[in-house]
């Protein structure tokens, strides 16, 4: 059916859709460091709503990776990680008393 054959091509794309948003998790994370930023948001809601994103996107990510068994997913979910670790570090630099 048509429908069946549409199967593969809906599994690149939701892999596309998810290195998407891990792209732009990691630029979420790096963002305030980088040259030509003038000023950071380092309020407190901007990084509980950072780290919200990233855990969802988590989710989202070993969700797809058991329902379609696929690897890749597995691979975005550990790097999503490292993204997470990053914003945590990142974002949260400014609030440490040696910082400044």
Sequence with gaps: TTAGHLIPHTKRGAFLAAALALLISGLLAVW???????ATDDTL???????????????????AARRHRLASFYVLGMLTVVSTIAFIVMRLLPFSPQFG
Excluded: E
């Excluded at 305030?32 to 003038?38: L, V, W």
């Excluded at 809601?45 to 969700?63: D, S």
């Design 45 to 63: 809601i901007a990084v509980a709503t950072g780290l919200w994103a990233h855990l969802f996107l988590l989710l989202v990510l070993l969700w």
């Design 32 to 38: 305030p460091r980088m040259r030509g930023i003038p």
